[in-house]
T-cell receptor
Framework: DVKVTQSSRYLVKRTGEKVFLECVQD?????MFWYRQDPGLGLRLIYF???????EKGDIPEGYSVSREKKERFSLILESASTNQTSMYLC???????????FGPGTRLTVT | QKEVEQNSGPLSVPEGAIASLNCTYS??????FFWYRQYSGKSPELIMS????GDKEDGRFTAQLNKASQYVSLLIRDSQPSDSATYLC????????????FGRGTQLTVWP
């Protein structure tokens, strides 16, 4: 069965902390994505990667960075967390062959 | 103009009725179209994909695509309370590397 896992379901961090969100997929997918989802704003793409060590900015990359050292793992980094980064973060992966994205369970991050 | 627009809803239908969810997209070169269902507090899950003009049926779900009108829809026949969720339309543009563009979603409530 297809699996995308995320390191935490709930996370509470303080303003200014460095935050790491990890995503692992077991489907050997080339493409991986990080989104945030906020009420009324829908899914917004932060970064995506179509290969190891490759990354592309999405629509809202400011305040975030990513790392993809291995094919199965894609990390989202909040360099200095701020309260406006409180959100649900969703990781997804896809294969160029099938195109649709599989989502992980999400991490609800609260920055206080 | 937004890449992908959905009727904002919320949409409320009685059990057993047909629910009709609509989506328009701006890029005429778009190739692939997907419908996701997202239950409250959960991550999106794929329910339908469609690539060519016409209808595609899967159980109680029918996806309809009209590329000339840049329009894709999802019909849910014999709606059940368990269909109550937010439905997301997603589109892959012709030029993108696996990236999908998502609408903001339509919230559907099926009442008994």
């Amino acid at each position: 069965d297809v699996k995308v896992t995320q390191s935490s379901r709930y996370l509470v961090k303080r303003t200014g902390e460095k935050v790491f969100l990890e995503c692992v997929q077991d489907m050997d997918h080339e493409n991986m994505f990080w989104y945030r989802q906020d009420p009324g704003l829908g899914l917004r793409l932060i970064y995506f990667s179509y290969d190891v060590k490759m990354k592309e900015k999405g629509d809202i990359p400011e305040g975030y960075s990513v790392s993809r050292e291995k094919k199965e793992r894609f990390s989202l980094i909040l360099e200095s967390a701020s309260t406006n980064q409180t959100s649900m973060y969703l990781c997804a992966s896809s294969s160029p062959l099938y195109e649709w994205q599989y989502f992980g369970p999400g991490t609800r991050l609260t920055v206080t | 103009q937004k890449e992908v627009e959905q009727n904002s809803g919320p949409l409320s239908v009685p059990e057993g009725a047909i629910a009709s969810l609509n989506c328009t997209y701006s890029d005429r070169g778009s190739q692939s179209f997907f419908w996701y269902r997202q239950y409250s507090g959960k991550s999106p899950e794929l329910i339908m994909s469609i690539y060519s003009n016409g209808d595609k049926e899967d159980g109680r779900f029918t996806a309809q695509l009209n590329k000339a009108s840049q329009y894709v829809s999802l019909l849910i026949r014999d709606s059940q309370p368990s269909d109550s969720a937010t439905y997301l339309c997603a589109v892959r543009r012709g030029s993108t590397l696996g990236r999908l563009y998502f609408g903001r979603g339509t919230q559907l409530t099926v009442w008994p």
